[in-house]
Structures are given as C-alpha cells and as structure tokens.
C-alpha cells in the first residue's frame, strides 16, 4: 500500500502520509524526491505503531536511484529487513537491512530501524551517499559479517 503510494505520487515534494499499522511490504522511492512519512512523526506511539516490515525478504526502504535530501522518510518503524544483493569490495554480498542507500542523499527522521539481518549494516547501510539519519534509534540489528547499526561506504553521514 505505502509502494503504490509513492508510486502515483506524481511530483517532486508530493507528500504520502501514512496511517498507523502495520504494512507487510518493500518500498522503494524509484527516484521520487518525496516525504513519505507516518500521520505524526513527532508522537512515540505514532511511530511504534506505523511499521514497515519486509518479512525477512529484502531491504525494508530501498533508495537507489539518486534521490536528492527532497526524498524523506519520517516516523515509522523498520523492521525485519534481510538486505539488497550487491557488490561490495569484490563480493556479493546482502546489505542494508532495514535502510538500503546507493548514490543518494535523503533525509531520515524520527524512526525506529530494528531487528534487520543482513550480512552487512544491519540496520542502515550506505554507498556513495550523503545521507542526514536524524532522531532515530537503531537498535537489535545483526549483520553476520559487518556492523550491526550501519555501514557507509564513501558516504558521510549527517545528524
């Protein structure tokens, strides 16, 4: 539902706002410079109870395809992300479980990003991106080969 949101959103800066629940699905913001965000980032239970869950099956929040700091994602909670297959240092390898970012600069705020198992940057990982992760918790992640939390490769981060 939140996927076929982002995907009839039709302009820059559009905004898609989620209601609490729970939402059993990947989302990817296809290059969309857009807020996606929960009906009230600012509120704790709002954002314990708006939950993007991937299953186990790939990155919960894939942004990939040069996203500028237009594309935010505000007041959800992600979780049970298994990662992207991608190319790291010669290996093919699962990342990002809960957040997947390659040649990117969005914003993420005020979310809760836990219990992801990818093989590397359990809960975030970064490539080529200048991301800005403000007032979020990153917690119970694992990642079997690197970095629980997160991993940027060539990307600064910003808080």
């Known amino acids: 539902m939140i996927q076929e949101a982002i995907d009839t959103a039709f302009h820059h800066e559009d905004t898609v706002i989620v209601l609490t629940g729970s939402y059993y699905e990947n989302v990817n913001y296809n290059g969309k410079s857009i807020l996606v965000t929960s009906s009230n980032p600012d509120d704790a239970n709002t954002v314990s109870a708006?939950?993007?869950?991937?299953?186990?099956?790939?990155?919960?929040v894939s942004i990939v395809s040069g996203e500028d700091s237009g594309c935010r994602l505000a007041g959800f909670?992600?979780?049970?992300?298994?990662?992207?297959?991608?190319?790291?240092?010669?290996?093919?390898?699962?990342a990002g479980g809960g957040i997947f970012c390659?040649?990117?600069?969005?914003?993420?705020?005020?979310?809760?990003?836990?219990?992801?198992?990818?093989?590397?940057?359990?809960?975030?990982?970064?490539?080529?991106?200048?991301?800005?992760?403000?007032n979020c918790e990153i917690y119970s992640n694992s990642a079997t080969n690197a970095t629980a939390a997160g991993f940027t490769w060539n990307s600064p981060i910003r808080k």
Request: glycine share 12%; net charge negative; with cysteine.
């Open 50 to 60: 708006t939950i993007i869950d991937a299953m186990g099956v790939g990155s919960v």
């Open 77 to 94: 909670t992600i979780q049970n992300g298994a990662g992207t297959e991608t190319e790291f240092a010669g290996i093919t390898v699962w």
């Open 102 to 134: 390659r040649d990117s600069s969005p914003i993420v705020e005020k979310c809760i990003i836990k219990q992801n198992r990818p093989e590397l940057g359990g809960g975030i990982f970064l490539s080529n991106s200048n991301a800005t992760i403000s």
